[in-house]
């Protein structure tokens, strides 16, 4: 069964919410700003360094995403979730790089805006999803996918990353 366009475009609307429409609200309410207000030249590297990480950041995510879609034959909507276990590129890492990305984007737009409420928000999205994977996610991988998910969740760190990917083979 090949996932829908649509499923794929509805699947975009909590990073959407996340990424965009909460720190935009957060920027709005707390006082919009470019940098921590050092002056130059430091600003100029403080931003500079928040677009580097928010760059990066949206390159994991549209890369985990496409596994995802690719691969797992789902999206990152629990509506749609994949039919096949996704232990690619950088799953081979970590259990969550999809998680990670958000996070280093929220982290980089925290930065790049100087805004301690942003930071405060990727905080609170970490915890969140901490819990919701602790409860929710994990249990219902095993579920879906059994044996071939334990033997994944033994050797693949759910938020730090191995250094060297796993293979596979070594337990």
């Keep these: ?20 429409i909460i720190p935009a609200a957060i920027l709005w309410l707390t006082g919009f700003r470019i940098g921590w207000g050092l002056g130059l030249p430091w600003d100029a590297v403080v931003v500079m360094l ?16 496409r596994l995802f ?33 958000v996070l280093a984007v929220l982290i980089g737009e925290s930065i790049a805006f100087g805004s301690v409420g942003i930071f405060a928000w990727s905080l609170l999205f970490f915890g969140i999803n901490t819990v919701y994977f602790i409860a929710s996610e994990e249990p219902g991988l095993y579920k879906r996918f059994g044996e071939e998910y334990l033997e994944y969740k033994k050797n693949v760190p759910r938020w730090i990353p191995r250094l060297t990917p796993w293979s596979g083979t070594d337990s």
């Excluded at 069964?1 to 965009?20: A, N, R």
């Excluded at 928040?50 to 995403?65: E, K, P, Q, S």
């Excluded at 691969?71 to 081979?92: H, N």
């Design 1 to 20: 069964m090949k996932t829908s366009i649509v499923d794929q475009l509805k699947s975009f609307i909590l990073p959407f919410i996340v990424l965009l």
């Design 50 to 65: 928040g677009a580097v990480i928010i760059g990066n950041g949206f390159y994991y995510l549209a890369l985990t995403v």
């Design 69 to 101: 879609m690719y691969i797992g034959k789902g999206t990152l909507a629990p509506w749609s979730p994949t039919r096949k276990l996704v232990i690619l590129g950088p799953y081979r890492h970590v259990r969550n790089p999809m998680i990670s990305s």
